[in-house]
């Protein structure tokens, strides 16, 4: 009895440690740290103010739910950099315009974009890019609120593998290369944890 009770022991510990260890393997490298990702938003900024100098023509729309951090910290830098405090800043959520929404159950998002896109200069923004099926729904859902000049995409990661429609990022915070079965996480302080970007 003894023997069996020590056997399940061992085991029982091995399994904890195993499973332990797994899950720290599980994180293959970091891409961004904590002040990578700040200098990534700051550049970022800049790059849409060097081609949008007044923002008079220009509107940004991040998506729902995860690309609203991102655009949400751009619009910040925004206006630090043009002491505009009335940016025109939209969120768009993109739920019902997915092609896998009769797949699974989705949550939708709220949209609040509170004018008109018409002839205007849009700069949709989002974390990461990487088969492009977010970005032609975002597209998709942008038509119901007017027809823009020119629409440009902003990214914070770009995951150039897998593209599987023609879509491209004009500002790009970092660049990768992934297979198809690694997984871009991006953390932020806003749910509870530290700016960062990982690839598991």
Same mark, same amino acid.
């Given at each position: 009895?003894?023997?069996?009770?020590?056997?399940?022991? +061992?085991?029982?510990?091995?399994?904890?440690?195993?499973?332990?260890?797994s899950?720290?393997?599980?994180?293959?490298k +970091?891409?961004?740290?904590?002040?990578?990702?700040?200098?990534?938003?700051?550049?970022?900024?800049?790059?849409?103010?060097e081609?949008?100098?007044?923002? /008079?023509?220009?509107?940004?729309?991040?998506?729902?739910?995860?690309?609203?951090?991102?655009?949400?910290?751009?619009? /910040?830098?925004?206006?630090?950099?043009? @002491?505009?405090?009335?940016?025109k800043?939209?969120?768009l #959520?993109?739920?019902?315009?997915? #092609?896998?929404?009769?797949? +699974?159950?989705h949550v939708?998002?709220?949209?609040?974009i509170?004018f +008109?896109? /018409?002839?205007?200069?849009?700069?949709?923004?989002?974390?990461?890019?990487w088969?492009?099926?977010?970005?032609r729904?975002?597209?998709?859902?942008?038509?119901?609120?007017g027809?823009?000049?020119k629409?440009?995409l902003?990214?914070?990661i770009?995951?150039?593998?897998s593209?599987?429609?023609?879509i491209?990022? #004009?500002?790009?915070?970092?660049?990768? #290369?992934t297979?198809?079965?690694?997984?871009?996480?991006?953390?932020?302080?806003?749910? @509870? /944890?530290?700016d960062?970007?990982?690839?598991?």
């Open positions: 009895m003894q023997k069996t009770t020590a056997a399940n022991s +061992s085991s029982f510990l091995f399994l904890h440690r195993f499973l332990y260890f899950a720290k393997l599980k994180v293959l +970091s891409i961004l740290t904590e002040q990578q990702v700040a200098l990534s938003i700051k550049r970022l900024a800049h790059q849409v103010y081609n949008h100098l007044n923002l /008079e023509n220009t509107v940004l729309i991040g998506i729902q739910p995860r690309g609203i951090y991102v655009s949400d910290r751009i619009v /910040e830098e925004l206006k630090k950099i043009t @002491g505009e405090a009335n940016i800043y939209g969120k #959520d993109i739920t019902f315009y997915r #092609d896998d929404v009769r797949k +699974s159950l939708a998002n709220k949209t609040d509170p +008109s896109i /018409e002839k205007q200069n849009v700069v949709i923004i989002d974390d990461v890019l088969t492009g099926r977010t970005i729904s975002a597209l998709d859902a942008l038509l119901d609120f027809r823009p000049a629409v440009e902003c990214v914070l770009d995951r150039r593998f593209r599987e429609l023609p491209h990022a #004009d500002y790009t915070g970092t660049a990768i #290369d297979f198809p079965s690694q997984k871009v996480i991006v953390k932020w302080k806003e749910k @509870g /944890e530290k960062e970007v990982v690839l598991m």
